[in-house]
Structures are given as C-alpha cells and as structure tokens.
C-alpha cells in the first residue's frame, strides 16, 4: 500500500505503508483478545512474552468467558460421574438386600 507524503521540504513523495496490526481472537468464540498487543506476525516474534500472552490458563488462546465455561464444563462432567457411581452404588445395596 502507497501513500503520498509531503516532506518539510515541499517534495511529494510516496511513503510505502505495512500491513495494520490485528488484535488476536479467540479460538473458540472469536471474540477479540483483551490484554495482548496487537502486531504483525513478524514483530509479535520479538514482543516479550507478557505482551504476548496474559497470565491465566489458555493465556494468549482463549477469552476469560470460554476459559469459565470450560472449566465449568469439566466440573459438571466429574459432578455426573460421581452421580452415576453413587447410583450404581445404591443399586447394588438393593439388589444384595433382596
């Protein structure tokens, strides 16, 4: 991309733009990527890596609500394992007593 630029001293010249920077989204609901600096692949190489990614599970991958709803996810899923042991439990008490 081109763009013509006056210098101080009267001459039009034309000045060769980069690409513009992208804010990262998430992987899951691609929404936009708070905390993290927005750069061309190239430059995100040299960035330090707290500006790559934040401090927090899935850090530079995933948005805090697809974070939440994961973890939430894998609580409710051992909630119901534990469920479905208890009830096994429970029937063969019965089965034994009859």
Excluded: N
Excluded at 33 to 39: D, E, M, N, S, Y
């Amino acid at each position: 991309m081109v763009q013509r630029v006056r210098t101080p001293g009267g001459k039009l010249v034309y000045q060769y733009l980069k690409k513009p920077k992208k804010i990262p989204r998430c992987g899951q609901c691609k929404d936009k990527l708070r905390g993290i600096l927005p750069a061309r692949p190239q430059e995100r190489s040299r960035l330090c890596r707290r500006k790559k990614t934040v401090k927090r599970a899935y850090g530079g991958v995933l948005c805090h609500k697809c974070v939440k709803e994961k973890i939430v996810r894998a609580f409710l899923i051992e909630e119901q394992k534990i469920v479905v042991k208890v009830l096994k439990a429970q029937l063969a008490v019965v089965k034994t007593k009859k």
